[in-house]
């Protein structure tokens, strides 16, 4: 005879474990990545240099300084209780672009910005900008952590990404640096 008592159990578990990853949104961590005015607590505060156009959106992204961890899924790591932070503003029309994230305590955290010029919400190598901090020269492949990461103070932190675009088979800032 065969019990039934193990397969009613992960019946009803199946759907508990599947709630436990946030349903695929583009909103997922901005809530706690907007800076309040005048903000005071830990964050950074990133000046965009290098932007090839005024066109799309800035995305600004920060992750756990680690390589399983940085560019992940961000539901994976929402769920998982790691940092995700994200910031989605329109470029402006003019001026200097600044952006403002707020991590959770100070420390060092993988930081990554995205020029979406043809705002698909995805990196496509032949149009749109990438950037992280520590603006590590880039090869064909994402750089590691450590090379893409800053230390957030308990305050505001000064940060400054550089934007690569597609140059012949790769990518690189428009202007030396």
């Not at 209780?81 to 991590?103: H, Q, W």
């Not at 010029?117 to 064909?140: C, H, T």
Request: charged content about 25%; proline content about 9%; hydrophobic content about 40%.
């Amino acid at each position: 005879m065969i019990s039934l008592v193990p397969v009613l159990s992960l019946v009803t578990v199946l759907p508990v474990a599947a709630s436990t990853t946030p349903a695929s949104t583009p909103d997922l961590g901005k809530a706690e990545a907007r800076c309040r005015p005048a903000e005071s607590g830990p964050s950074f505060a990133l000046e965009v240099k290098g932007l090839k156009d005024r066109a799309g959106k800035l995305k600004l992204e920060v992750y756990p300084a680690n390589d399983k961890d940085f560019l992940a899924d961000d539901n994976v790591l929402i769920s998982e209780d790691k940092t995700f932070r994200r910031v989605e503003v329109d470029v402006p029309a003019s001026g200097p672009v600044r952006l403002c994230v707020r991590v959770p305590e100070p420390g060092r955290y993988a930081v990554s910005l995205l020029h979406d010029r043809d705002e698909n919400r995805k990196f496509g190598w032949k149009i749109d900008g990438i950037g992280f901090a520590g603006n590590p020269r880039l090869g064909f492949n994402k750089p590691r952590a450590d090379r893409a990461a800053a230390t957030a103070q308990s305050r505001p932190t000064p940060l400054s990404i550089v934007l690569n675009y597609r140059r012949g088979l790769g990518v690189a800032p428009l202007a030396s640096r």
